[in-house]
């Protein structure tokens, strides 16, 4: 793959997309994607290849994976093996991007989880902000620049850690939903709808909808609404939304345009820049002037 580039990836036909490859140490690739959409409805589905982890950065879309329909967004981490089926469409057009990392079979099969990583279905799941800022941090330090030996170390510390996160090693976070409700299949699918509607809704609402407006949306009552998605997220819609703002901020930051703080806040529902400042904190440890020098090339800083 080139270092950078628009269309599809040249080793099979996917969505159209502006790609940007980060880095290639030893047997893994990382790379940012930025979805163009040419056709809303669905992909063909396709068998994937190789070991592959994407990162949600921003925007949302459909994604089929093995059967099972779900929604994708900022907070999404999914984790594929080989042979896992997987189809995408892109209702809401433009604006999704995500990262990706790569990993050989070989690479996974000389680590102490190796069996974890191996003989298991892939794993579908969110990320909170701690490990959301650590994917950015991560994709910042390569396009900084690092070295063979440091990309190589810098990407095996991710997978550890995203190991830890994900779950792998004890069922994934939908086991003890799974077994609560393994009684009643159709509740099971009907509750992942409702809070799918909900993910959808919120990351299109510019956030501006109240919790009584959502419900409205998809047809349930507040309580009703909080309660299942609290269970089948394990967030509260709260959360879920400041998790969604918090992300929007954070790719904002990472931009070269240096906007002020006080329109990023208004932009993005907050009270004011103070208010700002305190979900940031609150969310990732560290307050917007920090996260934008965190986040940004020296080059872009300096212009």
């Known amino acids: 793959m080139p270092a950078e580039g628009t269309g599809s990836d040249p080793r099979r036909t996917t969505t159209p997309a502006r790609w940007r490859v980060l880095g290639h140490p030893e047997g893994m690739l990382i790379y940012q994607v930025r979805c163009i959409v040419e056709d809303h409805g669905w992909t063909p589905v396709v068998a994937e290849d190789r070991h592959k982890i994407i990162l949600g950065r921003s925007g949302a879309y459909r994604k089929w994976l093995n059967g099972r329909d779900g929604l994708a967004d900022a907070t999404s981490v999914t984790l594929t ?4 089926e997987m189809r995408v469409a892109h209702p809401y057009g433009c604006g999704d991007s995500y990262t990706c990392l790569e990993i050989d079979p070989a690479v996974l099969a000389a680590r102490g989880d190796a069996a974890r990583w191996l003989e298991r279905d892939g794993w579908d799941g969110s990320s909170d ?46 086991a003890d939903v799974e077994r609560v409700v393994s009684r009643r299949p159709a509740t099971l699918a009907a509750h992942r709808r409702l809070a799918d509607q909900a993910r959808e809704v919120l990351a299109h609402s510019d956030f501006t909808l109240g919790l009584a407006e959502v419900a409205r949306e998809v047809g349930a009552s507040p309580h009703h609404l909080s309660r299942v998605f609290q269970r089948m997220t394990g967030s509260s819609l709260t959360a879920y939304r400041n998790r969604l703002r918090v992300r929007a901020v954070l790719d904002t930051l990472a931009e070269p345009e240096d906007r002020p703080l006080g329109a990023l806040a208004s932009e993005y529902g907050f009270a004011d820049q103070a208010h700002l400042t305190r979900v940031l904190r609150a969310q990732v440890g560290h307050p917007p002037a920090r996260l934008r020098r965190l986040l940004t090339a020296p080059e872009a800083r300096r212009s």
């Open 81 to 84: 093996r080989p042979g896992d």
């Open 129 to 174: 902000a701690s490990f959301d800022l650590a994917h950015r941090m991560l994709v910042a330090e390569f396009r900084r620049g690092l070295d063979g030996f440091e990309a190589t170390e810098r990407l095996h510390r991710f997978l550890a850690r995203l190991f830890e996160y994900s779950g792998l090693s004890a069922g994934g976070p939908d």
